[in-house]
């Protein structure tokens, strides 16, 4: 089982391995400790790419995926539901998102000093500033 005493073995391996960046992958423990996530980034200056937004809003650098999590829950309950129906969980199709949004924190950008494309500036869906 993960816990949050977890991260300080994963921050501590990715200081002595010298990390310049940090790729944080969808998961839901990891979406709810992200401000701690976020913290180390800031205090170690890694530029860092999430997937959802909730990192940007707290200061991290850029996310490319689901504008949030909760932003899937209600076809989830349409799954619970037709579950409860009797629907067997292996015959209901596997879906993905249908919309993915860049977003990024030009603020963080500047803290880092990271120059951004302009044109990952176009494409982004929302620039932070």
């Keep these: 089982m993960r816990t949050p005493n977890h991260f300080e073995e994963a921050f501590a391996a ?9 790729l944080v992958i969808p998961d839901t423990f990891l ?3 992200y401000r701690q996530i976020v913290d180390f980034a800031h205090q170690h200056r890694l530029p860092a790419m999430y997937y959802t937004r909730e990192y940007v809003d707290a ?3 850029m996310s490319y995926g689901n504008t949030t999590w ?8 349409i799954y619970v539901d037709k579950v409860l129906k009797g629907t067997k969980p292996a015959d209901l199709p596997v879906e993905q998102p ?7 924190n030009l603020k963080t950008a500047q803290a880092l000093e990271i120059t951004v494309p302009p044109t990952l500036l176009i494409l ?6």
């Design 14 to 22: 990715a200081l002595k391995g010298r990390a310049e960046a940090l």
């Design 31 to 33: 979406t709810s400790h």
């Design 59 to 61: 200061g991290g650098l």
């Design 70 to 77: 909760w932003a899937m829950l209600p076809q989830a309950g």
């Design 98 to 104: 249908t919309k993915l949004e860049l977003i990024i």
């Design 124 to 129: 982004a869906d929302e620039v932070i500033r």
